[in-house]
């Protein structure tokens, strides 16, 4: 069931929790996607877990902002945290906020406990392209798996020319890229988990069109000194696990590359994803 908060500056927050324990703050990928999906992740691990699913500003029930930035998102998270009465953090970021999760863990060291990551992108496209190209590279080889699959060409398209009159539709058709083996069985557990899919462009837009291409998160990975975790699919092309190496640079941080999934490894391997996070979870004392 959902719950409702307020922060000092009048901004209503929508959250739920999963689980007792630890505490860890969830944050949901886009931007502009609201915290439903994470139960997917947060399911095989409430045992020890206080998990904290976190709409972020424009999303759910909470209220919209005028900062979109991935530094305004961690300072609303660091508000939130506040709210709620929690000293100490794990923090969760998938896709996207694996930037904000990054950007807490560095700014805000003295309650983050460890630093969880699924999918987390590191250096945006003008980087990348101005040392050699090499993510691009990877990306379009993964998407290249595809490309003898009936669906394709509509997925692609839907991707990356999306109706924006029908973006849940595009989502929908663009999905399968997001797997490594899109079979229905996936497809289906994967809408089961993302339904009801709803998304605010504003918090997206901004991120495309002012940090994305200038993203370079490596200065901020090697001020992180907690623990932590950056999980990776090996066919992920939005995420690429070149993007994920950066982290093998934290002073405590590991990566794990998990074999034939893409960006939603909690979905095509379950067991895998869980059994990784708990692993680091009870060598860190975490859980």
């Not at 663009?174 to 083996?181: E, H, I, T, V």
């Given at each position: 069931m959902s719950a409702r908060l307020e922060l000092p500056d009048g901004t209503e927050v929508t959250y739920r929790v999963m689980g007792e324990g630890v505490a860890v703050v969830g944050m949901p990928g886009g931007p502009g996607i609201s915290s439903g999906y994470l139960a997917s992740f947060?399911?095989?691990?409430?045992d020890g877990l206080a998990w904290h699913l976190i709409d972020p500003p424009g999303t759910g029930g909470t209220t919209p902002a005028t900062d979109y930035s991935i530094g305004g998102h961690a300072k609303f998270y660091r508000e939130v945290v506040s709210i709620l009465g929690l000293d100490r953090v794990v923090v969760f970021g998938h896709s996207y906020s694996g930037t904000v999760a990054t950007t807490f863990a560095?700014?805000?060291?003295?309650?983050?406990?460890?630093?969880?990551?699924?999918?987390?992108?590191?250096?945006?496209?003008?980087?990348?392209?101005a040392e050699g190209g090499d993510i691009r590279t990877a990306m379009n080889a993964a998407m290249a798996r595809h490309q003898n699959q009936p669906w394709y060409e509509d997925a692609v398209e839907a991707e990356f020319n999306p109706d924006m009159a029908d973006i849940e539709a595009s989502f929908r058709?663009?999905?399968?890229?997001?797997?490594?083996?899109?079979?229905?069985?996936?497809?289906?557990?994967?809408?089961?988990?993302?339904?009801?899919?709803?998304?605010?462009?504003?918090?997206m837009m901004w991120?495309?069109?002012?940090?994305?291409?200038?993203?370079?998160?490596?200065?901020?990975?090697?001020?992180?000194q907690c623990p932590l975790l950056a999980i990776v699919g090996e066919h992920d092309w939005a995420v690429p696990p070149i993007q994920a190496s950066y982290y093998k640079e934290s002073a405590n941080g590991q990566v794990v590359e998990i074999p034939n999934c893409g960006h939603f490894v909690q979905i095509e391997a379950p067991n895998t994803y869980a059994s990784a996070v708990k692993d680091w979870l009870h060598h860190n004392h975490l859980a």
């Open positions: 947060a399911e095989p691990l409430v560095a700014n805000y060291p003295e309650i983050t406990l460890g630093c969880l990551l699924v999918a987390p992108p590191v250096v945006g496209t003008d980087i990348d392209e058709r663009g999905l399968p890229l997001y797997f490594s083996d899109p079979t229905d069985d996936v497809l289906n557990r994967a809408l089961d988990a993302l339904t009801p899919f709803q998304i605010n462009m504003d918090p991120f495309y069109e002012k940090e994305w291409a200038t993203l370079d998160l490596r200065p901020v990975i090697n001020d992180i």
